[in-house]
């Protein structure tokens, strides 16, 4: 069995020393009492898009915790979310179901007790699992249903009027960053679980790398992690010049995701230091993954840990003029996702998962039924290599009532993307993602294509009613 003693995990500073751990854990003590029930920990970040890390072949960026648990875990290069904001996203990632079915969004009523009853924390505490949540939150329940669903709950950063990113640690007497504080209290709970003799969930939710609005940098970074990036010049993002932004449809060049190009990227050098920012609150967080990674081996239970990683959503870095996510193009819907277990080897899978896969993939790696109600599927076997008869296509959609986003729905086969916006019938978009993978030519208006533009719009009908129903 793989050991995390076989990682090169990041101690102190990013770019100072990076060793390994120089033992092999054995099967003993509470590790050896849990055997039987896997402890599983869920990672998730905010506004990461799929190709802001190394292991996805960005060889600027420094991940280096993430990237060894990717390599030597399921990777999936083909992820994506159904729901590219941050709130329907997580109700969909907790409870395996689409926006439209379990309609939270933000502005909209809580998230109905009978889909709580039915989340991933709430069946496995049913199972016996000591369960944990730390981090960015994102969801409102019911009454006091989120409180009670956790064992541990801590969620920094939302807590306070300090700001996102630092806040003050009462019993340091320090500011500290927000995601160094997730990092402690997650290997806070490792530690404590390890020692109740009970199998354990943990999610992770780091606020990072989302940007902070309201300061004038826009991605808050760790301090100390400022020289990073300081000599690398950032490529120019692909489609960035006024014609591809032109080519869109008024309502998304006049939406929030142009404003807030201008507040980050409307120069070449704030693009450059606010990407540099954005990787360095990847950074950050990696640094935070290796602390967890390292906790679980000082606790004894790394051989019976299973690690997944998920963004809650992708990003527009200035692509088509734009920054933000919501919309349905592949910078927005697009991220990175692996399962990483220590009794399988790494692989790559290229079949289309989503975050509505990741409650019932929790459930069946914990050996619990996965309830009929969601909808979401386990990608136990496509771990397994059983590639056959999964997905080939899934719906996208963002129904959030607001004057500065418009509603988007479509559907993204193998090959195509097809998307058409609610409020303004009739406009439609088509894209060959084969031939045109950067979704620069917009086909729905050629004749050649009307049989497949006809096609996907009753294909998206048929997901509509499908996830509703």
């Known amino acids: 069995m793989k050991a995390f003693a076989k990682f090169a995990v990041l101690v102190g500073l990013l770019g100072g020393t990076v060793g390994s751990l120089a033992t092999e854990v054995t099967e003993s003590g509470s590790e050896a009492a849990q055997a039987d029930k896997p402890n599983i920990i869920f990672i998730l970040t905010d506004d990461q898009r799929w190709d802001a890390v190394g292991y996805a072949g960005n060889d600027i960026i420094q991940t280096p915790n993430i990237d060894?648990?990717?390599?030597?875990?399921?990777?999936?290069?083909?992820?994506?979310?159904?729901?590219?904001?941050?709130?329907?996203?997580?109700?969909?990632?907790m409870t395996g179901l689409y926006e439209r079915k379990h309609g939270f969004t933000f502005n909209e009523p809580p998230l109905a007790k009978e889909f709580v009853n039915n989340s991933y924390p709430k069946l496995l505490k049913d199972a016996g699992y000591r369960i944990g949540f730390v981090g960015k939150f994102g969801m409102q329940f019911e009454g006091d249903l989120d409180k009670s669903l956790f064992d541990f709950y801590q969620r920094p950063g939302e807590e306070t009027e300090a700001g996102r990113y630092y806040e003050l640690n009462l019993k340091t007497h320090r500011?500290?960053?927000?995601t160094a504080r997730i990092g402690d209290l997650s290997a806070q709970f490792v530690r404590e679980s390890a020692k109740s003799g009970q199998p354990f969930n943990l999610s992770v939710s780091f606020h990072a790398p989302h940007a902070d609005d309201h300061d004038p940098n826009q991605f808050v970074y760790p301090r100390d992690l400022a020289f990073l990036y300081e000599d690398v010049t950032i490529p120019e993002p692909p489609l960035a010049d006024d014609r591809y932004f032109d080519a869109q449809p008024e309502w998304v060049r006049n939406s929030i995701s142009k404003d807030r190009w201008y507040w980050r990227f409307d120069t070449p050098q704030k693009y450059q230091e606010m990407v540099k920012g954005y990787y360095r609150m990847i950074s950050g967080l990696?640094?935070?993954?290796?602390?967890?990674?390292?906790?679980?081996?000082?606790?004894?239970?790394?051989?019976?840990?299973?690690?997944?990683?998920?963004?809650?959503?992708?990003?527009?870095?200035?692509?088509r003029q734009l920054a933000g996510k919501w919309l349905l193009y592949e910078n927005s819907i697009r991220v990175p996702f692996f399962v990483y277990d220590?009794?399988?080897?790494?692989?790559?899978?290229?079949?289309?998962?989503?975050?509505?896969?990741?409650?019932?993939?929790?459930?069946?790696?914990?050996?619990?039924?996965?309830?009929?109600?969601?909808?979401?599927?386990?990608v136990r076997p496509l771990m397994d290599g059983k590639l056959s008869g999964w997905r080939t296509e899934f719906l996208g959609e963002h129904l959030m009532n607001t004057d500065w986003i418009p509603k988007t729905e479509g559907v993204r086969t193998e090959q195509y993307k097809y998307l058409r916006y609610p409020q303004h019938p009739g406009y439609q978009?088509?894209?060959?993602?084969?031939?045109?993978?950067?979704?620069?030519?917009?086909?729905?208006?050629?004749?050649?294509?009307?049989?497949?533009?006809?096609?996907?719009?009753?294909?998206?009908?048929?997901?509509?009613?499908?996830?509703?129903?």
């Open 68 to 93: 060894a648990l990717a390599e030597q875990g399921t990777r999936f290069s083909n992820a994506f979310v159904t729901t590219s904001i941050c709130a329907a996203s997580r109700a969909s990632i």
């Open 286 to 319: 990696d640094r935070e993954v290796g602390k967890i990674v390292r906790e679980l081996e000082k606790a004894g239970v790394a051989d019976n840990t299973i690690i997944m990683f998920m963004g809650d959503n992708g990003y527009f870095l200035g692509e």
């Open 429 to 469: 978009e088509l894209y060959d993602l084969k031939a045109d993978p950067l979704e620069a030519n917009n086909l729905a208006n050629q004749a050649q294509h009307r049989e497949t533009l006809t096609m996907l719009s009753a294909l998206t009908d048929q997901l509509i009613e499908q996830a509703a129903n």
């Open 175 to 178: 500011h500290e960053h927000t």
């Open 342 to 378: 220590p009794r399988r080897d790494g692989v790559e899978v290229d079949k289309m998962v989503l975050n509505i896969d990741v409650a019932p993939t929790i459930l069946e790696l914990a050996g619990i039924d996965v309830p009929e109600l969601m909808q979401g599927e386990s």
